[in-house]
Nanobody, 125 residues
């Protein structure tokens, strides 16, 4: 599976961005799709995930709950991260990832097999 993330950019605090991640291959729907981010000088951290299949189950990091929403479109082989009410602390490189983690590992970067190249999100305060 190859992943290509896009949609990052510069936005003012309180604004919104929508990230997209396009995947290659016929098995897209069989993967849990995750979003992670890495700020300068910090470790990569979990942001959100959507379950395989219809994507009816999502998990979110506490820091983004109520502000970010992830969804998937299996017909297009795409996953999305809608980010609202952005804060300066959301500034990071955002990555999409594909894997088949068990629920207890869903927030662990090591549980994902495939990664996109990352897209920069910068929130100015």
């Amino acid at each position: 599976v190859q992943l290509q993330a896009s949609g990052g950019g510069l936005v003012q605090a309180g604004g919104s961005l929508r990230l997209s991640c396009a995947a290659s291959g016929r098995t897209f729907s069989t993967y849990v799709m995750g979003w992670f981010r890495q700020a300068a000088g910090k470790e990569r951290e979990f942001v959100a995930s959507t379950s395989r299949g219809s994507g009816g189950i999502q998990y979110y990091a506490d820091s983004v709950k109520g502000r970010f929403t992830t969804s998937r479109d299996n017909a297009k082989n795409e996953v999305y991260l809608q980010m609202n009410s952005l804060k300066a602390e959301d500034t990071a490189v955002y990555y999409c990832a594909a894997g088949r983690p068990i629920t207890s590992s869903i927030m662990a970067p090591s549980a994902y097999y495939y990664w996109g190249q990352g897209t920069q999100v910068t929130v100015s305060s």
